[in-house]
T-cell receptor, first 113, second 113 residues
Framework: DTGVSQDPRHKITKRGQNVTFRCDPI?????LYWYRQTLGQGPEFLTY????????KSRLLSDRFSAERPKGSFSTLEIQRTEQGDSAMYLC???????????FGPGTRLTVL | QKEVEQNSGPLSVPEGAIASLNCTYS??????FFWYRQYSGKSPELIMS????GDKEDGRFTAQLNKASQYVSLLIRDSQPSDSATYLC?????????????FGQGTTLQVKP
């Protein structure tokens, strides 16, 4: 499978715990995006990487959120001290160049109890 | 005013009919436009991209773009029950070269047999 992959697919955690999600983009894609989607809404942009450089962050990305793409390949999104409001689907997408088509991974559904 | 607006629906059409989905956007500098389909609990799947004014056809799908009116639409001909899903309109910001997408909230389409 050469599409975007995400791990884990589901994560249930207790409030206050830290969680980390991983995204593996399509291999030749140098642009990687994280979005968050809550029920009944469209995805909202969180952050963007071109290769290993994080070039844009949404103001939705509070200081509890951090994202990395250390070698310009896979990316991780960490949420510290999770809150119930963090419950959402976290989507990763990749593209070859902008404004090119973005292809989405299956998402990680986070539930914070 | 939201940057990308869609009627949340549901839009209900009989099998075999034409479904018409509409989207308006506020940023006149927007350059790229996408329609994604999202089944419940799944991630967005690209249907069409369109970059210039006019119509673009792909099988049963036709995307229409009118930049002067800041309007994008998606027509689905010969609608099938399997087309029942949420359709997301996404716009690439003209003022940003990151390629990030701004999504509408989606329109739920129900195709009745």
């Amino acid at each position: 499978d050469t599409g975007v992959s995400q791990d884990p697919r589901h994560k249930i955690t207790k409030r206050g715990q830290n969680v980390t999600f991983r995204c593996d983009p399509i291999s030749e894609h140098n642009r990687l995006y994280w979005y968050r989607q809550t029920l009944g809404q469209g995805p909202e942009f969180l952050t963007y990487f071109q290769n290993e450089a994080q070039l844009e962050k949404s103001r939705l990305l509070s200081d509890r959120f951090s994202a990395e793409r250390p070698k310009g390949s896979f990316s991780t999104l960490e949420i510290q001290r999770t809150e119930q409001g963090d419950s959402a689907m976290y989507l990763c997408a990749s593209s070859l160049k902008g404004p090119d088509t973005q292809y989405f991974g299956p998402g990680t559904r986070l539930t914070v109890l | 005013q939201k940057e990308v607006e869609q009627n949340s629906g549901p839009l209900s059409v009989p099998e075999g009919a034409i479904a018409s989905l509409n989207c308006t956007y506020s940023d006149r500098g927007s350059q790229s436009f996408f329609w994604y389909r999202q089944y419940s609990g799944k991630s967005p799947e690209l249907i069409m991209s369109i970059y210039s004014n006019g119509d673009k056809e792909d099988g049963r799908f036709t995307a229409q773009l009118n930049k002067a009116s800041q309007y994008v639409s998606l027509l689905i001909r010969d609608s099938q029950p399997s087309d029942s899903a949420t359709y997301l309109c996404a716009v690439g910001r003209g003022s940003s070269n990151t390629g990030k997408l701004i999504f509408g909230q989606g329109t739920t389409l129900q195709v009745k047999p």
